[in-house]
């Protein structure tokens, strides 16, 4: 069906809106007069016709009726009625005519011409009005009637001559272009309509609307979900009936926003924010918008994920922790009972040993592990610097901040776990803001002054000794106590056996597969000196080391000659033929002797017939040798290496 219908009270006027589409087919053209119109264009709206084109009273019918569709008129112009008269003078002398206001008051200039012998009626488009006007006509002495179909018929009732007023050809073009132009705007605002429709019934917020006297003009399904009333009862309620908790009706008189205030309505507790419509400095209503606190609460968990999405995940996990030490698996064991709480953990541990590693793992293996993971190296910053990216700032707070402010990590890491690498580091004005932050649970970004709550577990790490920190006034009694509620000691590489081969298989055979070479296979005598070897560097160092000999060896034998290079240990070709040839039998101690005196050669150390003596007597056994000294095993690595007085 076409979208919009002609319906023509004559068939004269339907033969000229076929002339008038000839060539086009977005209209139909129908015959009916009054009520069977009426029928016509109730089937035709439900078949998806868009406009009506209709005439006289026939038009008024349709317009009277249920029908939903807009109704455009054929117009009577003035040569209409001109043609009318001059065929009714034929008739009779005196003419008279019934028709609305719109058709009679343009019929002055009219009226000048023709001098007496016109006569009007003006009707109120109700159909007993055509007979009060015929009446009117009749006492009056008119001889003929013009007018439309209705009014023709009436006076032929009442014994009177009468003749229709048709429209022609360019009337009836205007009404079909009218009737287009209709349809356009139309589709326009219905598409903007259902475009309104979908975000007032799908977006998370309750959405509602009063005019200037309270009552509820919008009332969308979020508004439903909350109340409990039906939109269609809802609407033309005054909103003190519905929701009388909204206060909506105060703007009302102030016309003034409020904002942020929270509110319960029915069994759920939402923020509300209302604004007034204010048009050339009146209140004329009041928009308001509810959103739930747990819906926002939910977004607030998605963004957060998203966040994690862009790097702020943890990388790493238990599994990714290599090692069958004791010592390792112990730690590993500790860490994974402490990730399932969410108190404050402090890892201990020599640079290098995978402090962060378990900070990722713990974050993993937390509650927490959907949230975000968030580090930063305290060491790594200026004071103002770090406090700024501590806590974040607002626009304006200093010189170079960025405009709109920048959150601190302790708002990306809002429900996550935040990683304080180096905290030792922090100045005591840092470690005074550090310690509110954890007992109040809030920050303050730097130039603002409001508060904000967040919810973080803390994890920090440190590679240096922070009891003796505190007794030496360096670091806060308060805390350390606060961040030292669990502890881990990170075991270093020295002291993990055999994990120091597995490591650096595991670590060679990453640089070889990037480099695209085939991986290579340690001797004895250099898994003998990876394993002899302190790595003050710890896994770093080893992995560093690892990626050297990637790039010295291919898929062969990694020599002990490989191993030396790789940890930049300066010999001369002599020493080495004495440390590392094998014909003159030497045994652990003496090797051990060789590789100490090439050491303390090189650094021109003062201790080294001490500590080689020890070492004898303690049959190479470093952590024996340790105690005999009254020293840690990493001094008598460093005395071992450098000058120690």
Not at 291 to 300: A, F, I, N, S, Y
Request: net charge neutral.
């Amino acid at each position: 069906m076409a979208e919009i219908m002609f319906i023509a009270p004559y068939p004269e006027l339907a033969d000229i809106a076929f002339n008038v589409c000839t060539n086009d087919k977005d209209v139909d053209i129908k015959i009916a007069r009054m009520d069977k119109a009426v029928g016509i264009v109730a089937e035709a709206q439900e078949n998806g016709c868009q406009v009506i084109i209709s005439r006289g009273v026939t038009s008024w019918e349709i317009k009277r009726s249920a029908v939903e569709l807009p109704v455009v008129d054929v117009l009577i112009g003035g040569y209409d009625i001109l043609r009318a008269y001059y065929e009714a003078r034929e008739i009779g002398v005196k003419i008279g005519i019934v028709d609305v206001e719109e058709i009679t008051l343009g019929l002055s200039s009219f009226e000048e011409i023709v001098k007496d012998n016109l006569i009007k009626y003006t009707c109120q488009n109700e159909l007993e009005d055509i007979s009060k006007g015929i009446e009117y006509l009749k006492e009056m002495g008119a001889d003929v009637v013009i007018g439309k179909i209705a009014m023709a018929n009436v006076a032929r009732k009442n014994g009177m001559k009468s003749v229709v007023i048709t429209s022609g050809y360019e009337a009836v073009r205007r009404a079909i272009y009218e009737a287009r132009r209709v349809n356009v705007i139309r589709k326009q605002e219905k598409r903007k309509a259902e475009q309104l429709k979908a975000i007032l019934n799908f977006t998370y917020d309750g959405i509602l609307a009063l005019d200037k006297n309270g009552k509820i003009t919008v009332f969308n399904r979020v508004c439903e979900q909350l109340t409990g009333y039906k939109a269609d009862k809802a609407i033309g309620s005054y909103i003190t009936d519905v929701i009388p908790k909204a206060h909506c009706q105060s703007l009302l008189d102030t016309g003034k926003p409020e904002l942020g205030e929270i509110l319960e309505i029915g069994i759920a507790k939402v923020v509300a924010n209302r604004v007034p419509i204010i048009v050339d400095n009146k209140v004329e209503g009041v928009v308001t918008t509810f959103q739930q606190v747990d819906r926002l609460q939910k977004m607030e968990n998605k963004v957060r994920r998203k966040l994690a999405d862009r790097g702020l995940a943890a990388k790493y996990s238990f599994q990714d922790i290599m090692g069958k030490s004791e010592s390792i698996t112990n730690t590993i064991k500790l860490a994974q009972d402490y990730s399932l709480v969410d108190s404050t953990v402090l890892i201990y541990g020599q640079t290098g040993s995978g402090k962060e590693m378990f900070a990722h793992a713990i974050h993993s293996a937390s509650k927490r592990k959907n949230q975000p993971f968030v580090a930063i190296n305290c060491a790594a910053f200026p004071e103002s610097l770090l406090e700024s990216e501590l806590f974040g700032y607002v626009e304006g707070a200093f010189t170079g901040a960025k405009k709109g402010g920048k959150a601190g990590v302790f708002e990306i890491a809002h429900r996550g776990t935040l990683f304080l690498d180096e905290v030792g580091e922090m100045s005591p004005m840092l470690q005074a803001r550090l310690l509110r932050v954890i007992e109040q649970g809030e920050i303050m970004r730097l130039g603002d002054s409001s508060i904000l709550p967040i919810d973080v577990r803390l994890v920090a790490a440190t590679h240096r000794n922070l009891s003796n920190m505190v007794v030496q006034n360096e670091f806060r009694e308060d805390l350390y106590y606060r961040i030292n509620v669990l502890s881990i000691k990170v075991s270093s590489l020295r002291d993990r056996g055999k994990d120091i081969i597995m490591i650096a298989r595991k670590f060679l055979k990453e640089f070889c597969d990037r480099q695209g070479k085939d991986i290579g296979i340690f001797s004895l005598e250099a898994e003998r000196i990876l394993l002899q070897y302190e790595w003050p560097g710890n896994i770093r160092e080893l992995k560093n080391a690892m990626e050297r000999i990637s790039m010295l060896t291919s898929g062969k034998t990694v020599e002990k000659k490989d191993v030396i290079k790789a940890l930049l240990l300066e010999q001369s070709e002599n020493d080495l033929e004495v440390f590392f040839d094998k014909s003159k039998k030497e045994d652990m101690n003496d090797l051990e002797d060789n590789m100490a005196n090439m050491l303390y050669k090189e650094r021109g150390l003062l201790e080294r017939q001490v500590v080689l003596k020890i070492l004898r007597e303690c049959n190479g056994n470093k952590t024996e040798a340790a105690k005999h000294l009254g020293i840690s095993r990493t001094t008598l690595w460093r005395k071992l290496q450098e000058d120690k007085h």
